[in-house]
T-cell receptor
């Protein structure tokens, strides 16, 4: 099992460019998440998807859109990149056991720089 | 709402010394508590998980954590630090629902040879 995979690993964009970060999991989890990680701020949730066909905003959704393409795949799109979106982006997936979020499994991350 | 506080954004220990990383959760007893580790340029990986089955939880790489309800704490310890333990450690707590995993801001552990 590959677990959670993310592409690309690195990306450099110019301000105003768009891109899509891809994420896939092979653990048959219902829930998937996108986080960003910035120095001194820990992990901040951008969007999540509790199940196929549903998405909801997290703590910092502005400037991002997501698509839950199927149970395996959850993509994050930056429509018009800004320097403030320079960050490391992590995708994660988990089960919800008895109505409670269980262990989240993380991908290796995408390091994005916006110039 | 649930939350976690990690005391100390940076902790330095000598190789072979005790590692103690602190985590406190908000007052209501959570269903699950987690410690994750993040090595440089990698994603987070689970170190250990508390599920109320036992207050002392053993994890990978010799780490363990003790749940103390009276202190609302879930501190992470390791008796003897190794150079390979240098990483960032995150405490997390979960509540009900699909979007209720809350992370602390992390503690960076440096091991001095």
């Amino acid at each position: 099992n590959a677990g959670v995979t993310q592409t690309p690993k690195f990306q450099v964009l110019k301000t105003g460019q768009s891109m899509t970060l891809q994420c896939a999991q092979d653990m048959n989890h219902n829930s998937m998440y996108w986080y960003r990680q910035d120095p001194g701020m820990g992990l901040r949730l951008i969007y999540y998807s509790a199940s196929e066909g549903t998405t909801d905003k997290g703590e910092v959704p502005n400037g991002y859109n997501v698509s839950r393409l199927n149970k395996r795949e959850f993509s994050l799109r930056l429509e018009s990149a800004a320097p403030s979106q320079t960050s490391v982006y992590f995708c994660a997936s988990s089960d919800v056991t008895g109505g409670v979020t269980d262990t989240q499994y993380f991908g290796p991350g995408t390091r994005l720089t916006v110039l | 709402a649930q939350s976690v506080t990690q005391l100390g954004s940076h902790v330095s220990v000598s190789e072979g010394a005790l590692v103690l990383l602190r985590c406190n959760y908000s007052s209501s007893v959570p269903p699950y508590l987690f410690w994750y580790v993040q090595y440089p340029n990698q994603g987070l990986q689970l170190l250990l998980k508390y599920t109320s089955a036992a207050t002392l939880v053993k994890g990978i790489n010799g780490f363990e954590a003790e749940f103390k309800k009276s202190e609302t704490s879930f501190h992470l310890t390791k008796p003897s630090a190794h150079m390979s333990d240098a990483a960032e450690y995150f405490c997390a707590v979960t509540a009900g629902g699909a979007n209720n995993l809350f992370f602390g801001t992390g503690t960076r552990l440096t091991v001095i040879p």
